[in-house]
């Protein structure tokens, strides 16, 4: 019980989410986090104003399902299966979050700066938080695919479009931490 | 309702794991982009190397899935623009809010109410490329 209270190492963590896309592969299904954004579009009507929309959703609720799981599952590993304790973060990463501002450096999963209340209704922390969540939704259905469908399923199974997009995510996230970060922080 | 449980039990598996390795914290995406640490390298590569393995294990065996084909990984279209700039735009944003969408809707779960905020955006980006992916480059 010791071993899971504890933060699970990479060489754990790992294996389990490739174990993940396996099991899904095997029930027939694919690993795909990002397609749930456009079933959730469709569910909503989106196919009024898109064929992009106009699909037969019902295939994919068995992907909604696995939301469903998912978001049980970090309820249950957050409540239940943690110790609380500072994320063991980088020594020069919380130096450069503290020269960028932030403070209670890893306290949390996420930033108070950007997800408490406080900073949902500053004009600041509300655009970063529906400008990042736009660029996720636009750049993953552009792409086809997010960090599951491609590093992970794409990568295992050696498809050059995933590598490719996976050079994408990268650039884009080096651009924003880099580049982008200085200037908003 | 019976064919739906093993996929709520991955998805609970999902959820546990991606809390417990910590790659749901914006923190550690932010140290991954900053190449501080080797965390979230090592878990992306040892799912990838482990991903590997099983997919050329499943090959080798000839292993069915329980519908009775083959087990084999949807291929991609080719293509070069749309996987380099959609890319990039996601790139941009999952560092900017630290969640990818796996994450986003894991963090309901911990109990941060604003990620809704995130995902309500997410939404209407993908909203918003369906109405323009004609436009786009592809």
Same mark, same amino acid.
């Given at each position: 019980?010791?071993?899971?209270?504890?933060?699970?190492?990479?060489?754990?963590?790992?294996?389990?989410?490739?174990?993940?896309?396996?099991?899904?592969?095997?029930? /027939?299904?694919?690993?795909?986090?990002s397609s749930n954004l456009r079933t959730l579009c469709a569910i909503g009507g989106a196919g009024k104003h898109s064929d992009f929309f106009k699909f037969d959703w019902k295939s994919q609720r068995w992907n909604l399902v696995v939301v469903l799981g998912a978001i049980l599952g970090g309820?249950?590993?957050?409540?239940?299966?943690?110790?609380?304790?500072?994320?063991?973060?980088?020594?020069?990463?919380?130096?450069?979050?503290?020269?960028?501002?932030?403070?209670?450096?890893?306290?949390?999963?996420?930033?108070?700066?950007?997800?408490?209340?406080?900073?949902?209704?500053?004009?600041?922390?509300?655009?970063?938080?529906?400008?990042?969540?736009?660029?996720? /939704?636009?750049?993953?259905?552009?792409? /086809?695919?997010?960090?599951?469908?491609?590093?992970?399923?794409?990568?295992?199974?050696?498809?050059?479009?995933?590598?490719?997009?996976?050079?994408?995510?990268?650039l884009g996230g080096l651009i924003m931490i880099h580049l982008i970060f200085p200037i908003l922080f | 309702m019976g064919k739906y449980i093993k996929f709520f039990i991955v998805g609970i598996l999902f959820g546990i794991v991606l809390v417990k390795s910590e790659a749901v914290s914006w923190?550690?995406?932010?140290?991954?982009?900053?190449?501080?640490?080797?965390?979230?390298?090592?878990?992306?590569?040892?799912?990838?190397?482990?991903?590997?393995?099983?997919?050329?294990?499943?090959?080798?065996?000839?292993?069915?899935?329980?519908?009775?084909?083959?087990?084999?990984?949807?291929?991609?279209?080719?293509?070069?623009?749309?996987?380099?700039?959609?890319?990039?735009?996601?790139?941009?944003?999952?560092?900017?809010?630290? +969640?990818?969408?796996?994450?986003?809707?894991?963090?309901?779960?911990?109990?941060?109410?604003?990620?809704?905020?995130?995902? +309500?955006? +997410?939404?209407?980006?993908?909203?918003?490329?369906?109405?323009?992916?004609?436009?786009?480059?592809?």
């Open positions: 019980m010791e071993y899971i209270l504890q933060p699970w190492p990479w060489y754990v963590s790992g294996p389990i989410i490739a174990i993940i896309m396996y099991l899904l592969l095997y029930f /027939g299904r694919t690993f795909g986090m309820f249950i590993a957050h409540y239940y299966l943690s110790e609380p304790a500072a994320i063991d973060l980088s020594d020069a990463t919380i130096i450069d979050l503290k020269t960028l501002g932030f403070t209670d450096i890893g306290n949390s999963l996420l930033p108070p700066e950007l997800f408490s209340w406080e900073a949902v209704f500053s004009i600041k922390g509300i655009l970063i938080l529906i400008v990042g969540g736009f660029l996720v /939704g636009f750049g993953t259905r552009y792409a /086809g695919g997010c960090t599951s469908g491609h590093a992970i399923t794409g990568l295992s199974s050696l498809q050059l479009p995933s590598l490719i997009a996976v050079i994408g995510f990268f | 923190y550690r995406i932010f140290e991954m982009f900053k190449f501080q640490s080797f965390h979230m390298y090592g878990i992306i590569g040892t799912a990838v190397i482990t991903g590997i393995t099983l997919l050329l294990i499943a090959k080798l065996l000839k292993v069915k899935n329980i519908e009775g084909s083959f087990l084999q990984v949807p291929l991609k279209e080719s293509g070069f623009k749309r996987y380099i700039i959609g890319g990039t735009i996601f790139g941009l944003g999952w560092a900017l809010c630290g +969640a990818c969408p796996g994450p986003m809707y894991i963090l309901i779960g911990t109990g941060v109410p604003s990620i809704l905020i995130v995902i +309500a955006a +997410a939404l209407l980006g993908t909203f918003v490329y369906g109405i323009v992916k004609d436009k786009l480059p592809h």
